[in-house]
């Protein structure tokens, strides 16, 4: 059997950059089952039109609150979390202003948006290293990923947290 393509399983949700940089940069060419089922759950459209007609020009994505993913070791947990969420907040970022005279960064305006619990360090780093791949692609130095040590002063991770986190691991 034919596996499906991102295209197949999200291409009414997902970005043709989101894809592009799933397919080309981070070479994931096929979603793996929990992928699938995750990106049916969270990028359903929700219609928002309060009249008896569907007007599809007024439709946006609802992503919950809280999702619970659960499968074995490398079957692509991360990625299928980390598509939707992504894909939200990058929508919802403001224009780039090449013509600002500000020295602030815009991410400092975007306070956390997105908390992600990880057991171990290992995971920590394994899950910052996806995220910040897809965010740097997507859009660089918008949507900053980080994450809080505890070798690292309280002083700094203020500072960092000041700076703007959007993505905190």
């Not at 949700?13 to 994931?28: A, E, G, R």
């Not at 057991?119 to 740097?136: D, G, H, K, M, S």
């Amino acid at each position: 059997a034919k596996q499906r393509t991102w295209e197949d399983v999200a291409g009414d949700y997902l970005d043709n950059k989101v894809i592009q940089i799933l397919t080309q940069k981070l070479h994931y060419s096929h979603p793996t089952p929990i992928q699938r089922q995750t990106l049916h759950t969270m990028m359903r459209k929700k219609w928002q039109d309060s009249s008896t007609t569907l007007d599809t020009t007024k439709a946006t994505m609802t992503i919950p609150q809280n999702v619970w993913i659960q499968s074995e070791t490398g079957s692509g947990k991360t990625v299928a979390y980390l598509v939707p969420i992504v894909q939200d907040l990058w929508q919802q970022l403001p224009p780039k202003n090449n013509n600002s005279t500000t020295s602030h960064s815009p991410r400092s305006s975007l306070g956390t948006r997105c908390i992600i619990v990880c057991p171990t360090q290992e995971l920590v780093v394994q899950t910052f290293r996806i995220w910040n791949a897809v965010c740097t692609h997507l859009c660089a130095g918008q949507l900053v990923v980080g994450w809080l040590q505890a070798e690292t002063s309280r002083a700094k991770e203020k500072a960092r947290l000041r700076k703007g986190l959007p993505i905190l691991i």
